[in-house]
């Protein structure tokens, strides 16, 4: 079965800039096509942030990152990330790495890892 282990959350001030990385692993026919990133602020609802499809060349963001943040995996496909700059308070929320499978359903989630922007 997909894994996903997240790393890179923490607190920056405003302006500043985080990757956050996901490891997944498992059995070939398990290993997911399209990865994604998602979050939750607090006193909000999760909400969609990015998506890659590495087969298309495919990418997807959500309005109120498009231009700051760029996900995007490695060679391998073993890795995925969400490299965050000119990052804003609003964007604080804990992130979570997720994975469709079957495709089209998001059905793996990491355990997410907290991101702070204040001064």
């Known amino acids: 079965q997909v894994q996903l282990v997240e790393s890179g959350g923490g607190s920056v001030q405003p302006r500043g800039s985080l990757r956050l990385s996901c490891v997944i692993s498992?059995?070939?026919?398990?290993?997911?096509?399209?990865m994604g990133w998602f979050r939750r602020a607090p006193q909000k609802e999760r909400e969609f942030v990015a998506r890659?499809?590495?087969?298309?060349?495919?990418?997807d963001y959500t309005n109120s990152v498009k231009g700051r943040f760029t996900i995007s995996t490695d060679n391998a496909g073993s890795t995925v990330y969400l490299q965050m700059n000119s990052l804003k308070p609003e964007d604080t929320a804990v992130y979570y790495c997720?994975?469709?499978?079957?495709?089209?359903?998001?059905?793996?989630w990491g355990q997410g890892t907290q991101v702070t922007v204040s001064s």
């Open positions: 997720a994975a469709q499978e079957p495709i089209g359903t998001w059905s793996k």
């Open positions: 498992g059995r070939p026919d398990r290993m997911p096509v399209t």
């Open positions: 890659i499809t590495p087969i298309t060349g495919a990418y």
